[in-house]
Each structure stands twice: as C-alpha cells, then as structure tokens.
C-alpha cells in the first residue's frame, strides 16, 4: 500500500466520524422513535403543532433577528468609518473591537448584568430587552469585522470612477459602496443571527426565563425525554442548513476573509 | 526528483500513522479495563491481587477537599477537627490502615441528579454515587441498585459508623418509606438533608409575608422574589400556595392521619392538580425576578431581591455571606408545609456487581464519611447538615454548640431544644440536647442547619414521577416557561413574517441572477 500525503487527512477523518457522524446518527435515531423504540412521526408533529415549542421558535426568531438588525446597524457604519478613513491607528482601533473577545464570554456578560442594573434598576423589568442587548454587546464583533475586510478590500479607484461620473457622495455609497459590501453583510448576519438563536446563557444570566430554542432542548434532556430533545435539534439544524445554503454563494464570494482576522 | 518524492511520501505515512496511533491511544484511553494506568503496568502483576478500585461520583463541591488554615481549627471539647488532606486522600489511608488492602478511589461529580441518571443511562459505570431521594426511588423502581449488606447495619462493629450514628428520625424515614415493597435503608445511607424555604431582608418583609409559598405570586413583591429553575421545586412550592387553606386549616391538622395525608396532598400529581399548579406558576412567572439555581444567593446579598426560595444548606451559605458584609438576612419556612430532602450513597449493580471487595470498600466510604469528625469536616466544608447525629459520640452535638451557643455577653438567650435531631427518645428528652443560643438566631442559620420540630412535623417528602407523570409534568413546566404563540402582537407578527420573506425573496433572487 502506497501512502500518500492524502493519508494526513485519516486522523482528522476518523475524529469526523467519532465526534460528527455518529453522534448525528443517533440524533436522528432518538428523533424519530418514541420510549420504545418504535419508529414515530410524532415528535415532528408536535413541534409544529403546540403553540409553546412554535412561540419558542417565534421568539427566538424575534430576539436574533432584532439582535441581528441592531448589530448591524452599529456595525455598518463603524466598520465603514474604520475601512476608508486614513487613520494611520487603524489596526490599534480594529484591535479594540476585537480584543473583549479575548475574555470569557461569561465574564463580559456578568459585568454588563451590573452595568444594566445601575441603568434599568430591576433587571427583571425588561426581559427581552436584556437579551437583546446581551446579545448584541455578545456578536457585535463577528458583524464588523467581515464587513470591515470587504470594504476594505474594494478597490478605490470604482468610487473615484462613480465621482468622475458625476454621482456625489451619497450617490456613491448607494450604487457603488453598499452594493458591493453584501457578502460582508451576509457573513455577518450569518455569524450573528445563528447563535443568537440558540445562546440561552446570555438570558439565563441577564434574568429573561422564557425559554428559547436552546434552553427548550436542554429542558427536553432535563425530563429524560430524549426523543423530542432530539428532534427540536434536528429542525434546529435542517433551518441552519437551509440557511448555509441560501447564504453560501454570498459567502464564496467574500472569499472567507472575515475569517481571516478571526 | 524521485528520490525527493519517496522522501516526501515516507515522511507523510510516517507522520499519518504517528498521528492516528496517538488518536487511537486518547480515544482507546476511555475505553480500558478499570485499573489500567500506563505508569503502573508493571506493577500490575503483583499489586492486581490487592487494590481496589472504587469509581465515586458525588456532586459538585460536596466533600471536604482539605487544605485548612491552622485558625479554621474547630475546638471541641473532644479533641480539635482539622482537615488537613482531602476526605477521599485520608479514606484510602484509612481503609489500608484498618482492613489492609489498598483501595484507590476514582472521584468524579456531577451537576444535577438529571444530568447523573443521563450519565448513568449513556453507559457511565459508577460503584458509589451520591443522588437526591427522588433518584435514589427511581434507581429503587428501576432495580438498578445493590442492597447494603448485612454488616452494614451491625451495629456491634465499631468502624459501622452510619448504623451507629444516623440520626434516629432521618433513620426511621429511611426505614419507613417504602418502594416496590422494599424500604430505602436497605439499599440507601444518607448524606447530607435539609428542607425547602425561604430566605429573605427583613428590613423589607415582614415574617408574616414569609410565613406562606404565596409570597411567590404576591404582587407586593413584584419582581422582588426568585423561585428555583427546577420543576419539582416550584412544583412543590406551587402545591403549598394552592392548597394553602386546606393545609392550614384545624381539622387537617388535628386528623390523626395529619402526616400520611400531608404527604398525599404534596405528592398530588392529578390532571386538575397539574393545571392549577400551571396557571399558578404562570403568575409566578410574571412576578419573579430570576428562575434561578445558584445566582438567586448573589442576588439576595446583593439586595437585588427580597424574598429568595431556598434550600436550607444554600441558606446558611448566603445568610453566612451577607453577615461577612453586616448584612442581616432571615430564613423562614412556609406553615403549609416543607420539602424535606435527602441526598444518599447508593450502590450500582452495574459497578459492583458480586465484587465483595468492592461493596465492602464501598460501604466502607460511606461509613469513613459518617464518622463523626468527617462528618463534621463536610459540614463544615459544604454548609449542609449531616445526617450523622452521633450516637454514643458526643462530637456532633458539641459541633452545634460550637456553632451556635451564646457568648456570654449575649443580651437576649433563648433555649433551643435540638432533641428532634439528636434524641433517640424525643419526646422524653430532658434537655441534654438543648442549645442557649442567642434569641436572634431563632430565624437565622440555626434555625435552617437544624430545623425545629414543628417544621420537621409539617415536612413532607416527594416522591419521584414516574414516566407517565413526568411527562404531564414536564408538558406543564414547557407551558410555563415557553412564550405562546397565541399571545404575539399582531405588529411583531407582521414584522417577524415581513422580514422573512425579504430575506429569502432576496436571497432567492440572487441565486437565480448568479445562476444565470
């Protein structure tokens, strides 16, 4: 037998196999069969017809896209102002965004919790709110940072070609600037929205005790109830996958480099 | 050219192989015999014979881990309590010293008794693990247990510490509650116990307010309360509050059969029952501010809330905290009724199997923990109350005045009388087990690491659901927690929906524009 430099892929191969496939077969195992280990549609069915997991969903749905829509709207137009001024700090500034993910992301949390409590005095007064904020102190840098790499890779000379043209400023940015900067956005919102989905710490810890999709799983295993834990996971996964590939073209054409600086 | 090429290829398989062995070695390490130590393989030909392996599994931070200060010393008339090495590193000395065979103790925790029984069902093997009652009745139901053995209860062996210093009342609970026919002391030793309540400022609330679980949905305490995030506790408060009137009320008090039918009234798990609890809890829900299961302590010495349910052990713990910072808290315990609660050593069949030497070294654990100056230790180390109450032994009782008997130039004394704890014979106990404590202590840390005997009177234990229950119950508990579609705006619907349908529609359009 000849090996070859493909043979460095095995180690990698066989974790995939260990640590993705096989704990994936037995989702699927455990969500389509009941206690007795008879095949059954029923965890399906009823995920989508009592009105408490769908609010889940609807609620998660709610908190991630405002999560998402806030982030970005912070981050667009910081991550503009970073890419095309000529600050000669530049690198220092993006540092500063980048560097609270250096620390424990339960220790962030736990210091905005104080932060919040002096402002809005009971934190239990505005569940949704500190989620949204939660959230949103949480993934800001995961949205600026593929926007900031696709601005600033544009290249210059398209902006000065639309000034020649006779377009001002504004004008620019609307047909030339913007347009241009989609895949950023969509491997931002990407990276954001996903998480915010299922992140339950983030509520747990900020006193918002309505569940969401992850903490719904989590009470599912809590309750020995394996099946449905498992199906909840199992649609949780077919929406990401839907997801990935609706937004995949976009994110070939950012070429991955968001991920670049991460 | 080729020989550079052959170079490459011999380098990469041996880097390829080196690489899958190290994998295989991590992942065949989980995998191997019990006893299997790389260092120690040679070894392992004459040492095989005599050591023991005992595999532990205990929750979190429930065993004294040793490493004292000199000034932590406890004094006791009896000699002075130190611990110097951690409990599990002294039992293996301990168990050579006394029975001359070497055990090796394999410690590990767990967080929650659910997360402990997933363990247990995914394939875990354990010979000793320390769950809560309500596990230790569906291990019981689940035949998944190895009784104690005879020698165990021999209370004419001097090292039987459990059998000979168990506390009388927590041993006839232990003999008295029954599953599938079979009482719990035959197949499990108590650790530690403590019941349900509630701490709370008494700057803020009165001992009246407290006096009930309906301060939980008490609208005067809007967003002012915290109730715990598991479903059997907020059950259990949320029976309490409903039944209120009929618990409190003279005739179910005086009934003969008070205790039985308290416990039949707590452990009431019907349909209707199941939706009171529901609406209830859904109020509650409205009013409290966290469900919690560890921050609730932080928030209330922080004075972020007022009222905090509680078990007795975490109460001591944060009353303990908030007097570091002169800061007075209380611990009450509702009139309806309390949840008295037990985490105990039960033997795994799946562990020990017919291996004597294991059970004995595992029995012998559990009586090295019941010893009473290790007993005193984990008290100590953890803040819950032992079950050991001595015996013959004079030290656990010395450890409670140690605790909590007045300086003497204490303003205000009162008697405390502990002999529903430590008495064989409470009833004609004549004041041997009586504590002056200071009058202030009657609802504080005295008052929740020893309970009274009205609140042991009204304590009632729950019993675990079984599969048919537990998915009613948990059915409830999603309700409860989980936001209903019905309820949403029809502003945020649109939005929501609206948003969707930009997203994809774009997305869409884009695919189709780039396929083209």
Redesign the interface.
């Known amino acids: 037998m000849r090996f070859s430099r493909k043979s460095l892929g095995i180690p990698y191969a066989v974790f995939l196999v260990i640590f993705v496939a096989a704990p994936l077969l037995f989702l699927f195992y455990y969500a389509f069969t009941n206690g007795q280990g008879q095949f059954t549609l029923q965890n399906f069915t009823h995920f989508f017809t009592d009105p408490n997991t769908l609010g889940t969903l609807y609620y998660s749905f709610s908190i991630a896209l405002v999560t998402t829509l806030v982030c970005l709207l912070l981050a667009y137009p910081t991550a503009y102002i970073l890419a095309t001024s000529n600050l000669r700090s530049q690198s220092v500034i993006l540092m500063l965004f980048i560097m609270p993910m250096w620390i424990n992301f339960s220790l962030r949390i736990t210091a905005l919790k104080e932060i919040l409590n002096v402002i809005e005095g009971n934190l239990a007064m505005h569940p949704f709110l500190n989620a949204v904020v939660g959230m949103t102190y949480d993934f800001m840098p995961f949205m600026i940072l593929p926007i900031y790499t696709t601005i600033s890779r544009l290249d210059g000379a398209l902006r000065e070609a639309a000034m020649d043209l006779g377009a001002n400023t504004v004008q620019t940015f609307l047909r030339v600037t913007l347009p241009l900067s989609v895949p950023g956005i969509v491997s931002g919102v990407s990276m954001v929205f996903l998480p915010a989905m299922t992140n339950y710490v983030v509520l747990d810890m900020l006193y918002n005790s309505t569940y969401i999709m992850g903490s719904l799983i989590g009470s599912y295993f809590a309750a020995y109830d394996w099946h449905g834990g498992s199906m909840i996971s199992l649609i949780l996964l077919a929406m990401i996958c839907i997801f990935t590939l609706l937004t995949g073209n976009e994110e070939d054409a950012a070429g991955g480099r968001g991920g670049a600086l991460l | 050219m080729q020989s550079n090429f052959h170079k ?3 380098f ?2 041996t ?3 080196m ?2 062995f ?3 070695l991590i ?1 065949l390490a989980g995998a191997l015999p019990e006893g299997f130590d790389a260092g120690s393989l040679c070894m392992e030909a004459n040492a095989a014979e005599e050591t023991v392996t005992l595999r532990v599994c205990n929750w979190e931070e429930y065993i004294d881990l040793g490493d004292w200060d000199e000034e932590e010393t406890i004094e006791l008339p009896s000699g002075d309590i130190i611990g110097e090495n951690s409990m599990v590193e002294d039992f293996e000395e301990w168990y050579y010293e006394t029975y001359g065979t070497r055990v090796k103790v394999e410690y590990s925790t767990f967080g ?1 008794n ?1 997360d402990l ?2 363990m247990l ?1 995914l394939g875990d093997v354990y010979d000793l693990v320390c769950p809560s009652e309500y596990l230790i009745m569906k291990l019981m139901a689940e035949e998944a247990l190895v009784p104690l053995s005879d020698a165990f209860f021999d209370r004419s062996d001097e090292n039987n510490y459990y059998s000979r210093g168990a506390a009388p009342f927590i041993r006839e609970i232990f003999e008295n509650s029954q599953i599938g026919g079979e009482p719990w002391s035959k197949y499990a030793a108590g650790y530690m116990w403590g019941v349900t309540g509630l701490v709370y400022n008494p700057e803020t609330v009165t001992e009246e307010q407290v006096s009930t679980w309906k301060v939980l949905s008490d609208p005067a305490f809007a ?1 002012q309360v915290t109730i715990k ?3 059997r506790d907020a059950y259990f408060a949320a029976v309490g509050a409903i039944k209120s009137d009929l618990l409190t009320s003279e005739a179910f008090l005086n009934d003969p059969d008070y205790k039985k039918n308290l416990e039949t009234e707590m452990n009431d798990t019907s349909p209707e029952m199941i939706a009171q609890v529901q609406d209830w809890l859904k109020d509650v ?1 409205d009013n ?4 919690e299961t560890d ?1 609730g302590k932080a928030d209330m010495i922080t004075g ?1 809330v007022a009222v905090n349910y509680q078990w007795s052990g975490d109460a001591v713990y944060t009353l303990d905290q908030a007097d570091e910072d002169d800061y007075t808290l209380c611990f009450a315990v509702p009139k309806e009724s309390t949840d008295i609660y037990f985490d105990g050593w039960v033997m795994l069949k799946r562990g020990i199997g017919d291996n004597e030497k294991k059970q004995h070294a595992a029995e012998a654990f559990i009586n090295f923990l019941s010893r009473p100056d290790n007993a005193i230790r984990n008290m100590y180390y953890i803040g819950y109350t032992s079950v050991i109450s001595g015996g013959d032994d004079p030290r656990m009782f010395e450890y409670a005045q140690y605790c909590y008997e007045a300086e003497d130039d204490e303003e205000e004394i009162v008697e405390y009388d502990l002999a529903s704890f430590f008495s064989e014979n409470p009833e004609e106990s004549d004041g041997e087990f009586v504590i002056e404590a200071p009058a202030e202590q009657l609802n504080r840390q005295l008052y929740s690491q020893y309970p009274p005997a009205d609140v042991i009177d009204r304590s009632s234990i729950m019993t675990y659901f079984d ?1 048919e229950q ?2 009613r119950i ?1 059915q409830m ?3 409860v ?8 705006s029809w502003w ?1 619907r649109i939005l ?1 929906i609206g ?2 349908i930009l997203a ?1 529609g774009y ?2 359009r ?2 189709h524009r ?1 396929k083209a």
Do not use: M, Q
């Open positions: 490459k290829t011999v990469s398989a880097l390829a192989s690489l899958s190290l994998f295989l992942c929650t659910e029984y997933n069902t967003r995030d598991n479903v829900k409290v501010y966290s469900f921050a972020k599969d537990n998915a948990n508990w999603i309700n927690r989980c936001f209903d579609i019905r309820k949403a945020s929501v948003l969707i994809v997305f869409v884009r695919w780039n």
